[in-house]
């Protein structure tokens, strides 16, 4: 199946190999798992949990969401702001550059387009409708961060990629040309020609993997975007580091902070941050203005769709942390933040007056196990 990519040879196979992450088959992870992070007693999520794990893993109606290409029409007028379009996808607006992280307009986060977690609903601006963007940035290969019909869209625009490496290999597969790939390893950096943007690749705590037999076949990285004037981190996909602290000294301070903090579980604890952790990130990298991603979007867990930012809401405060919590499609100044308005305790009173017939159910509870359930050769989670 073309979704699921290619594997790197010849150049490029030759280059990963050289790379300190590198452990004979494919990358590893450079640091111990800390204590505690994953329970080793806790039990993987079983079919019926995933397929019934309760009426909260998707949002009951239609998130509130707006249009951003009205304020897109105007540059920010402290030179940094971020749209959040959905899960981890975030339009940044920093010094008169744009740059889009881990762009999924797809419908599923998965293989296949008949099954698999689905969208809670579509991004709040069309694909082709998306402004003129300087540069994309792919953290690594996992399906809910890398989407075969959005690259094969952003492909026939002439905008730059940079990845992590081995991601290239997809991304050619995907229509796009190596021409316009850059593929750093953890500390490489790149930059922008023309821009004073420098995009610097850093240490994560995850893995990799689109198929049966490609765990770990390419690298998977957080990335730093910086300026004269700003600095944005962005988490990709992670568990809480030690390296956070060598993030900060090397590449901080940072005005913005983007934060992965759903799709959590005790059992994969290593690999994901989840709210809690998160917050012990942020605290590692020097603090900034704390943006949350990688949630509501997917049911990719167990727990209830908003967790993670009632979490937040609930902690932060105390820990001294500025939250930006945007609607969907919102842009946002983090320096202009005030605060937080929970906006996601709207949908549940939205829902009740939506009729029966267009409220949403909870999807995995009608697909196939076949469909969801992954053979045991592969990595679980998925993302």
Known sequence: MKTFGARATGLRLERMKDSPLWAGEGFRNLHPIAAGLRDAHAPRPTLSEFLCGGPRRVPQGPLPSIDPRPAWLAPPATGLRATWLGHSTVLVEIDGVRVLTDPVWG???????????????????????????????????????????????????????????????????????????????????????????????????????????????????????????????????????????????????????????????????????????????????????????????????????????????????????QLVMPRLGEAVEPSQVEGVSPWWREVDGLAAKLDPKQRRVDEPAVLRPEDIVPPRSMPWPLD
């Open 107 to 321: 419908p599923r986060a998965s293989p296949s387009s008949m099954a698999g977690p689905k969208r809670f609903q579509p991004v709040p601006v069309p694909l082709k409708a998306l402004p003129e963007v300087d540069v994309v940035i792919v953290s690594h290969d996992h399906y809910d961060h890398l989407d075969l019909p959005t690259i094969r869209e952003l492909a026939r625009r002439p905008v730059p990629f940079v990845t992590s490496l081995g991601v290239g290999a997809h991304l050619e597969a995907f229509g796009v040309p190596a021409a316009r790939i850059t593929e750093l390893d953890w500390w490489q950096h790149h930059d922008l020609r023309g821009t004073g943007l420098r995009i610097t690749a850093a240490p994560s705590q995850h893995f990799s993997g689109r198929g049966l037999k490609d765990r770990n076949a390419t690298l998977w990285s957080s990335m730093v975007m910086r300026t004269d004037r700003h600095a944005v981190f962005f988490s990709g996909d992670t568990g809480l580091t030690s390296q956070y602290a060598e993030i900060a000294t090397r590449l901080g301070p940072f005005d913005l902070v983007m934060l992965e903090v759903g799709a959590f579980h005790p059992s994969w604890g290593d690999i994901h941050l989840g709210p809690e952790n998160a917050l012990k990130a942020h605290r590692a990298l020097g603090g900034g203005a704390f943006l949350p991603v990688h949630w509501g979007t997917f049911s990719l867990a167990l727990h209830d769709w908003d967790a993670p930012a009632e979490t937040l809401l609930q902690q932060a405060p105390a820990l001294g942390v």
